[in-house]
């Protein structure tokens, strides 16, 4: 295959990245009910919307005339206003199809009967689990994540905190499939649409074993885990987090540190170990790729990357993968696919755009000059290093640096981003695509039903079907949508939002 993926450390000037346009329609002052939307898709919808130009208020006032709501039903709305002690007089109670449809077309589009409220509760994605306040009902989940729709709300963050703790122990310490039984409790409890109050609820629920279930009890009766607690306060655990920690830094290494007595960064510092390139740097620009990357960032670096990609081939495409493309307002790094729409012309793409981001030094002088006003003005260091080279796939470190004309008068500061490149011939798009968008939880939950449930191999270069045909062998399967992989599984199609297993 001749997909080639680069893992880059990027130096990058840090500055409020203009995220909003000019209210480009005042007569619309939109406001996002949160209830049923939930917090995160509401902020993430609304900074789509004030991308776009649309006044989105954080908070509700008299002014708003549209209010945009998801899974509600009229007389919810209603009730929600007038607990605002404001009425409906004037205003728009819409479905959020409405907002996502102006957004898409850039403007507010005509409010048709279906954009309305209905005045019937209309049952919807995960209604039929629905729990009773009055009585105890066990929740009900199907038994592989890639058939549960999961958005980044969740109703029981302590418990999946808890259990994501003790996933990252177990894979830190080499115990992987101690470490996935863990990762697929956690995600049937984010899946459950209210907060888990009792055992009883639990009942009958898929991928929880006996230690997950004795942690979920501690905490329903006492609060918290003591196996958590001290899982959290050892030595051996907080050390393993800070060393790997540094780019370029795996298990096994950090394994090795600490029976050496190398429990910190200054500890390695001071032991005189021989570290490769990429810890080096890792080591160098520790504090800068701990800090989370915002959305804004990961779209700076887009125009960033994507002016690269253009340079070095015109027609070629460039796509935000990862949790970004999950609706995720920030991640520990940026992934990005990059793909040309002529089958073979991605070969060599990969050297040339490192080449190309190497040589910018002199790019950034010319950008500098230019007269455009916010003229975003873009500077790489360096390629500081490779942590791995195999074949075509390359993972590495890079530096680079954004800056605003205004910005780089002001004097920025400079901040290492780790950035994830893959390039994909065409032909293998959808399952780069796919397999790139995560979550990690559910990419292997996929590829868990591909084989056991299909008989298929699924990769995120291609799908595989196992089964004999006719004679000796099975087949490719093609693809060019990531709905037809869906299709081809046998399985709901579930959009990146809800993927956040
Ligand atoms: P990430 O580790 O970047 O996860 O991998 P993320 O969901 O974007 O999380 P944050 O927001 O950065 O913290 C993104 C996807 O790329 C795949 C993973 O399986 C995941 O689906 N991936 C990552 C690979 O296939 N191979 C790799 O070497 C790394
Ligand atoms: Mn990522």
């Not at 994605?125 to 066990?138: G, W």
């Not at 003790?166 to 990762?183: I, M, Q």
């Not at 899982?231 to 393993?240: D, H, I, P, Q, V």
Request: proline share 3%; hydrophobic share 40%.
């Amino acid at each position: 295959f001749s997909q080639g993926t680069l893992s880059l450390l990027l130096m990058y000037k840090q500055q409020e990245v203009a995220a909003t346009q000019p209210n480009k329609f005042p007569q619309v002052i939109l406001f996002l009910l949160e209830r049923k939307m939930g917090a995160s898709r509401r902020a993430f919808l609304s900074q789509l919307g004030r991308r776009k130009g649309f006044q989105v208020e954080e908070l509700f006032s008299k002014n708003v005339t549209h209010v945009i709501c998801e899974s509600n039903t009229a007389q919810e709305a209603r009730m929600w206003l007038e607990a605002q002690g404001a009425g409906q007089a004037g205003r728009h109670l819409l479905d959020v199809s409405w907002y996502t449809e102006s957004m898409r077309d850039g403007h507010p589009v005509e409010i048709l009967d279906r954009h309305k409220l209905q005045v019937q509760q209309h049952f919807h994605k995960c209604s039929e689990f629905a729990v009773n306040d009055s009585e105890v009902t066990p929740f009900s989940v199907p038994g592989y994540a890639c058939q549960r729709r999961c958005t980044l709300e969740n109703h029981n963050a302590v418990l999946t905190d808890a259990l994501s703790l003790l996933a990252e122990n177990a894979e830190l310490s080499d115990e992987d499939g101690r470490g996935v039984a863990f990762r697929r409790a956690a995600a049937v409890l984010k899946a459950l649409p209210s907060a888990v109050t009792n055992m009883s609820q639990l009942t009958g629920l898929p991928c929880l074993g006996g230690h997950s279930l004795r942690v979920i009890k501690d905490i329903l009766e006492n609060g918290t885990s003591s196996e958590v607690e001290s899982t959290k306060e050892s030595e051996r655990f907080k050390a393993l987090k800070v060393l790997t920690g540094i780019f370029g830094v795996g298990s096994k290494t950090a394994d090795r540190w600490i029976r050496e007595g190398i429990h910190n960064l200054q500890q390695l510092r001071d032991s005189g170990q021989t570290l490769n390139r990429a810890q080096q740097a890792g080591l160098e620009h520790y504090d800068d790729i701990k800090q989370p990357v915002s959305l804004a960032e990961a779209e700076a670096i887009r125009g960033i990357v994507g002016r690269a990609v253009a340079s070095v081939s015109p027609e070629a495409q460039i796509v935000l993968t990862g949790g970004f493309r999950r609706g995720k307002l920030t991640g520990h790094d940026v992934d990005f696919l990059i793909t040309h729409p002529e089958e073979g012309s991605e070969v060599g793409l990969m050297p040339k755009l490192v080449s190309w981001l190497e040589s910018r030094v002199s790019f950034y002088a010319a950008l500098l000059i230019s007269k455009q006003p916010k003229m975003i003005v873009v500077m790489f260091k360096s390629i500081v290093t490779f942590s791995k080279i195999l074949l075509n796939v390359i993972s590495g470190i890079f530096l680079y640096g954004q800056k605003f004309r205004a910005v780089l008068e002001m004097g920025g500061r400079w901040r290492a981003v780790r950035v994830d490149l893959v390039v994909s011939p065409i032909s293998q798009f959808a399952f780069a695509l796919l397999g790139w968008t995560g979550s990690k939880l559910f990419e292997r939950e996929l590829r868990r039903w591909a084989g056991h449930e299909k008989g298929m191999s699924l990769s995120s270069h291609a799908l595989y079907d196992n089964k004999q045909l006719s004679c000796l062998q099975g087949r490719y399967i093609r693809a060019s949508s990531e709905e037809e992989i869906f299709a081809h599984l046998g399985l709901e199609f579930i959009p990146p939002n809800e993927r956040n297993a």
